[in-house]
C-alpha cells in the first residue's frame, strides 16, 4: 500500500469539525455529571444493560426510532489520559458502522482522535477491507487535521511493515521501503551489503545474516541539509529469528519475525520527521 493509499484512507475517516454525528460522552464514574442529564428513558437502560464506566467499556443508547442516539465509554477514573491516552481507540471494534463526535472536553484532542484512527487500523495486504461502511469520526475541536493524519498515516506505515510475514519482507524489501522513503520526500539511501559488511567493519551484522540465502545489509536513509545538526535514529532489522538451534519453545517462535520492528519504527519515525 503507498502513503498516497494510506493517507487518502485516513482523510475519510475523519469528518470536519461540526459536522453532524452521534455524541460519544466519556463517563469517568458511576458519579459523573454526564449521567445525571441523562434523559429518564436513557437511564433505564443504563441500568437494565448493568453498565458501569469500567475502562474501555462501551455502551449504545437508543433512540427511541430504532437507532443510536448516543454513545458512553468508561474511562475507569479521571486519570486516563496519563494512563490510557489512546483510550478512544477501543471505539471503532465496538461501534456499528456510522458518523460519531466526542462530545466530553478532551485534555488533547489530537490524541484522542489519533487513538480512533489507530483502532480502525486494519492490515489489508492479503485481504481488502470490504467489509460495512466505515466508522468515522469528526475532527475534535482544536485538533489539528494535519498533525493527526501524519502520526496516524506513520502509524500505519510501521505496523504494515511489522505486520508483513518474512516471507514478503525480507533485507531487501526493507530496503525497498526505505528507498520509496527517500523517493518521496528527497532523502539518499546508501546500502553496505554482503561481503561488503565486512570490509566496511560491519562484521557483527554480516555474522548474524550470513548464512541466509537473502544478504544481510545495512541501510542507510539520510535526509535534510548536510549543514544542520546531526540525529541518527538505528533499528534492528533482523526480518525474521530462527532462535539460534531451535532452543526456543513454538510458542516463543511466533514474533520472532517482529525483531524487525525496530527498524519498522526507525522508518516509521523517519516519515514523521519528514512528512513534517
Keep these: 500500500m503507498t502513503l498516497e493509499t494510506t493517507r487518502h484512507g485516513l482523510e475519510e475517516l475523519l469528518l470536519p469539525a461540526g459536522a453532524d454525528a452521534i455524541p ?3 463517563i469517568a464514574s ?4 454526564v449521567l445525571a442529564s441523562l434523559s429518564e428513558a436513557e437511564l433505564t437502560w443504563v ?3 448493568d453498565w458501569s464506566p469500567k475502562l474501555g467499556s462501551v455502551l449504545l443508547l437508543p433512540d427511541g426510532h430504532g437507532g443510536i442516539g448516543g454513545v458512553l465509554l468508561g474511562t475507569g477514573g479521571e486519570d486516563w489520559t496519563s494512563q490510557t491516552p489512546l483510550l478512544t481507540g477501543v471505539l471503532p471494534g465496538a461501534l456499528p458502522p456510522g458518523d460519531y463526535r466526542l462530545a466530553s472536553t478532551l485534555p488533547d484532542p489530537e490524541l484522542a482522535a489519533l487513538g480512533f484512527l489507530a483502532g480502525s487500523y486494519r492490515f489489508t495486504r492479503y485481504k481488502a477491507a470490504n467489509g460495512p461502511k466505515p466508522k468515522r469520526l469528526v475532527l475534535p475541536e482544536g485538533a489539528s487535521k494535519d498533525e493527526v493524519l501524519a502520526l496516524a498515516e506513520a502509524l500505519y506505515f510501521g505496523r504494515d511493515l511489522i505486520n508483513t510475514p518474512a516471507n514478503d519482507l525480507g533485507p531487501a524489501e526493507l530496503e525497498t521501503a526505505a528507498r520509496e522513503l527517500a523517493n518521496e520526500f528527497g532523502g539518499s539511501v546508501k546500502v553496505t551489503e554482503g561481503s561488503g559488511l565486512l570490509s566496511d567493519n560491519f562484521p557483527m551484522i554480516h555474522a548474524v545474516g550470513r548464512a541466509s540465502d537473502r544478504a544481510p ?3 542507510d536513509l539520510r535526509w535534510g ?6 540525529v541518527t535514529v538505528v533499528g534492528k532489522g533482523i526480518s525474521f529469528d530462527t ?3 531451535d532452543i526456543k519453545p513454538g510458542s516463543a517462535m511466533a514474533l520472532m519475525k517482529k525483531d ?3 527498524a519498522a519504527s526507525a ?4 516519515l514523521l520527521v519528514m512528512r513534517a
Design 243 to 245: 532462535g539460534g538451534l
Design 24 to 26: 460519544v460522552r466519556l
Design 217 to 219: 545489509r545495512l541501510i
Design 267 to 270: 522508518l516509521t519515525f523517519a
Design 260 to 262: 524487525m520492528g525496530g
Design 225 to 230: 541539509s548536510e549543514h544542520a545538526a546531526k
Design 30 to 33: 458511576d458519579h459523573n455529571g
Design 47 to 49: 441500568e437494565a444493560q
